[in-house]
C-alpha cells in the first residue's frame, strides 16, 4: 500500500491528452514538493517534473505538472506512442521523514 | 554528466549481508544528499534510504530500518548501502540517486543510476 495513490493505469489515443492523478496528504503533498518520474520499460526512471510544475532541461512542455491541497496531477499533451511508460509521483513526508511514493501508472497509447 | 554506477547485488541467503556501492562522477559529489531506491520485481518504485551531503543526516524507510545502513566516501566520490538481516522481501533491483538540491536532504532524486539487483533466497 503506497502512501501516495495514483490510478493504475491511464489510456488516450496518439495526439491526445491524458491526466494522471497523485492522492496524499497534510504530511506530504500538502506541504512539500512533487516530483514525477517516467520509466520506460526496462530502464531506471527519469526526472520529468520537479517542485511540482518545473520542467529539468530536455523535457518538452508537452509534459505539465500542478498541485492543489493534497493532490497532484501530470498532464501528458500530444501523446506519442514512446510516452508508453509507468509514471511516479513523490514527494517528501514530514511525518514519515522519508521520501514516498505512488504506486505508478501504466499509461498505454492505443 | 552526471554518471551513477552501482554494483554489489548478488545472490544471498535469508539472514545474509550485502554492500551495495555507486560511483558517481559528473557533479560535486560533496554538494548533494544521495538516495537507495528499490524495485522490487513487476512492482513499483520504494524510497529506501537517504544521507546529506556531509553524511551527518540520514533518513530510512521503516521497512529497512535497523538493518540497513547508509554512508558515503566524499573523498571517492562514493555512495554505499550496508544491507543484514536480509529477508525475501528485500529482492528488489537497487538504485542509487542523486539529490536534486544542493545542500537539501529533504528532497527527491534527480538523475539515477541503472541499478543492481539484489536476491534474497535460499
Known amino acids: 500500500q503506497s502512501v501516495l495513490t495514483q490510478p493504475p493505469s491511464v489510456s488516450a489515443a496518439p495526439g491526445q491528452k491524458v491526466t494522471i492523478s497523485c492522492s496524499g496528504s497534510?504530511?506530504?503533498?500538502?506541504?512539500?514538493?512533487v516530483s514525477w518520474y517516467q520509466q520506460l520499460p526496462g530502464t531506471a526512471p527519469k526526472l520529468l517534473i520537479y517542485e511540482n510544475n518545473k520542467r529539468p532541461s530536455g523535457i518538452p512542455d508537452r509534459f505539465s505538472g500542478s498541485k492543489s491541497g493534497t493532490s497532484a496531477t501530470l498532464g501528458i499533451t500530444g501523446l506519442q506512442t514512446g510516452d508508453e511508460a509507468d509514471y511516479y509521483c513523490?514527494?517528501?513526508?514530514?511525518?514519515?521523514?522519508?521520501?514516498?511514493f505512488g504506486g505508478g501508472t501504466k499509461l498505454t497509447v492505443l | 554528466e552526471v554518471q551513477l554506477v552501482e554494483s554489489g547485488g548478488d545472490l544471498v541467503q535469508p539472514g545474509g549481508s550485502l554492500r551495495l556501492s555507486c560511483a558517481a562522477s559528473g557533479f560535486t559529489f560533496g554538494s548533494y544528499a544521495m538516495s537507495w531506491v528499490r524495485q522490487a520485481p513487476g512492482k513499483g518504485l520504494e524510497w529506501v534510504s537517504i544521507l546529506s551531503s556531509s553524511g551527518g543526516t540520514t533518513y530510512y524507510a521503516d521497512s529497512v530500518k535497523g538493518r540497513f545502513t547508509i554512508s558515503r566516501d566524499n573523498s571517492k566520490n562514493t555512495l554505499y548501502l550496508q544491507m543484514n538481516s536480509l529477508r525475501a522481501e528485500d529482492t528488489a533491483l537497487y538504485y542509487c540517486?542523486?539529490?536534486?538540491?544542493?545542500?537539501?536532504?529533504?528532497?527527491?532524486?534527480?538523475?539515477w543510476g541503472q541499478g543492481t539487483l539484489v536476491t534474497v533466497s535460499s
Open positions: 497534510s504530511s506530504n503533498i500538502e506541504n512539500s514538493y
Open positions: 513523490g514527494t517528501w513526508d514530514t511525518s514519515l521523514s522519508a521520501g514516498v
Open positions: 540517486a542523486k539529490g536534486r538540491k544542493e545542500g537539501i536532504t529533504e528532497v527527491l532524486p534527480d538523475y
